[in-house]
């Protein structure tokens, strides 16, 4: 007879990702009528992975990520993170970071970390050792009573990832958060960003027009079709970890760009 432990074995449920979307459809309203942007998407993202996704302008990237969010509600299908629905905003289980910081002009950098902490009236001394910590975490401990508009572009999207961060939520989701930048500070942001996930250990989702930005961050590249947005191919990425600017010329970095590129570049007219 079968030892109890292994029946409850085999009995367990398959381990879950942290989130999973299934059947999402999405079609908008508009007076030329309805605009199907998201058509049967479905996607797992394991606990602690870093998952970019990449499409064609758009394929529905934004779309699907204020679904996942809880900003937007798909017209069909489900989002679970965490094993719950997500059906409203849920800073608890989800930060956001946009490709704007969108930043409060009035709050130095401490108080617009801090704000949803605010919001939860949370009391201020929480608030603030929180806020903080968040701040050193991105590498902005010394700026904490700096206004945005006497703060960098890179310097704001820390304090917007700091934002986004200081509920602790399991998830984070960042919308093109490095696109408005220089290169050279975005090549910067993003390894600074490995480096605060690998402290962090978060569910990450992060959507990029860049391909050589999704090889460098990505565990994993789930790749759009054009409108109406479908995963077309999800790419594992087996570059080693700490990844490095070296091996954006390696043969292997190369081919896996490639592979994105051949998929999603425009037909030939
Ligand atoms: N509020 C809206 N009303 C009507 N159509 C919309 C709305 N928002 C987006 N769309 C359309 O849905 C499709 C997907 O848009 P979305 O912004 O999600 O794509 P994207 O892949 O993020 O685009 P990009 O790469 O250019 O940022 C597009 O055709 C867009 O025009």
């Given at each position: 007879m079968q030892p109890l432990a292994e029946l409850?074995?085999?009995?367990?449920?398959?381990?879950?990702?942290?989130?999973e979307v299934s059947g999402l459809n999405h079609a908008y309203a508009t007076r030329q009528g309805p605009v199907q942007a998201l058509e049967n998407v479905?996607?797992?993202?394991?606990?602690?992975?870093?998952?970019?996704?990449?499409?064609?302008?758009?394929?529905?990237?934004?779309?699907?990520?204020?679904?996942?969010?809880?900003?937007?509600?798909?017209s069909a299908g489900q989002i679970l993170c965490a094993g719950r629905p997500i059906t409203a905003p849920d800073p608890d289980r989800v930060g956001v970071v946009f490709q704007e910081a969108n930043l409060f002009p009035w709050l130095?950098?401490?108080?617009?970390?801090?704000?949803?902490?605010?919001?939860?009236?949370?009391?201020k001394a929480e608030r603030q050792a929180r806020a903080r910590a968040m701040l050193e975490l991105v590498g902005l401990g010394d700026a904490a009573t700096r206004y945005p508009h006497e703060l960098s572009g890179g310097m704001k999207q820390r304090v917007s990832i700091a934002r986004g961060l200081v509920q602790d939520p399991p998830v984070l989701l960042l919308d093109e958060p490095f696109a408005a930048l220089d290169e050279q500070t975005r090549m910067a942001m993003g390894e600074e960003l490995l480096r605060i996930?690998?402290?962090?250990?978060?569910?990450?989702?992060?959507?990029?027009?860049?391909?050589?930005?999704?090889?460098?961050?990505?565990?994993?590249?789930?790749?759009m079709s054009a409108r109406p947005g479908r995963i077309i191919d999800r790419m594992p990425v087996p570059l080693p970890r700490p990844r490095s600017y070296e091996m954006m010329a390696s043969a292997e970095f190369g081919r896996l760009r490639d592979r994105i590129w051949q998929q999603i570049k425009a037909p030939a007219r």
């Open positions: 409850n074995r085999d009995a367990a449920p398959a381990p879950r990702g942290m989130i479905a996607l797992t993202v394991g606990q602690g992975r870093f998952t970019v996704i990449v499409g064609p302008s758009g394929c529905g990237k934004s779309s699907l990520l204020m679904m996942l969010a809880g900003l937007r509600a798909a130095t950098a401490l108080d617009n970390v801090a704000f949803p902490l605010t919001l939860r009236r949370a009391p996930w690998a402290a962090t250990r978060k569910t990450v989702v992060f959507v990029t027009h860049s391909l050589t930005e999704a090889v460098y961050l990505a565990d994993e590249v789930l790749v």
